[in-house]
């Protein structure tokens, strides 16, 4: 399955494409959970009031969603960049 995470962020809590880069960054060098096959960012090309900003894509099993859930990956990404976000989507499809 495919379990999508789709943020805004709060423009005045950020600068959003410096935080792209950042986000990019730690996706790239945190330690990434085995049960992620793959792992995708992609950014919106539209920058509008009512655009999302991100999605990031991660490929694993449906039944592994609680150890994504549990990951240090996924506690750190929340940690570091939660409180930039407006609001959060989560979408998961087959």
């Known amino acids: ?11 005045s809590q950020c ?6 880069g950042e986000i990019r960054e730690f996706f790239a060098t945190a330690p ?11 950014e919106n090309c539209v920058d509008r009031e ?5 999605m990031i894509v991660a490929e694993m099993e449906k039944s592994d969603l609680p150890l994504w859930d549990s990951s240090s990956m ?7 960049f939660g409180k930039f976000l407006l609001s959060k989507t989560i979408f998961d499809y087959e």
Request: with cysteine; aromatic share 10%; charged share 35%.
């Open 15 to 20: 600068d959003k494409k410096a935080l792209i």
């Open 50 to 54: 009512n655009r999302f900003d991100l």
């Open 32 to 42: 990434k959970p085995e049960v992620v096959r793959n792992l995708e960012i992609f």
């Open 74 to 80: 996924h506690a750190l990404w929340k940690e570091g």
């Open 1 to 11: 399955m495919r379990h999508c995470i789709i943020v805004k962020f709060d423009p």
